[in-house]
């Protein structure tokens, strides 16, 4: 498995493992594509950072993040996404270590990534707590009538 720099190539092996995860509605799945393609028509663009994560046969995962607006040394993790066929293998974990490489050599201070605290989303935290996260807020209710917003922060 290795890691590089996203290119424009990648945008439906992506796609299409959002959509394979099953946890992403249309207008999330709208979201992520607009930072795929922000990033192929801005190349020079920092906003957002963008790795794949492939093995012989393609692409099984992608990682996106990058410094948090009005932030000294803050940054979002966006998006995360494996590959069904792929999870439970080390793929996430590997996308994250090399993310929180990145930004440790950059001075970054903490890593931000919002969730949501429907139950599909119990392994998704899980796999944060895994990582070093921990719970720094919740926004009751945020998403929909029962389904809060979960803020997971790790400091480097
Ligand atoms: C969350 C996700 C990125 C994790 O990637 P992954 O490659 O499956 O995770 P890994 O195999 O690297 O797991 C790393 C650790 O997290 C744990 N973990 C991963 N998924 C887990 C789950 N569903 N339940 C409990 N623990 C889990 C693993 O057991 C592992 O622990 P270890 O370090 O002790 O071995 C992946 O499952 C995914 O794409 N999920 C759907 C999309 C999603 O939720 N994205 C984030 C939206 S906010």
New binding site residues.
Partial sequence: MSIRKFRQSDRSSIEG??RA????AEMEIAVALELLDLAIQKPDQTDYEIYVSENVEGL??YICYGPTPCTQGTYD?Y??????A???????????DFMEVNLSACQARKVV????SQP?????C??????GYHEAARLKEFYRPGDDKVIFMKDL
Avoid: H
């Avoid at 995860?21 to 992403?24: L, Q, V």
């Fill in positions: 493992i959002i995860t099953g946890f992403f099984v995962g993790l998006w995360i996404a494996v590959s069904p792929a999870q439970g293998k080390g793929v996430g974990a590997q996308l994250v990534i919002e969730t949501s599909l989303y119990d392994g998704t899980a796999f944060y707590v895994k990582r």
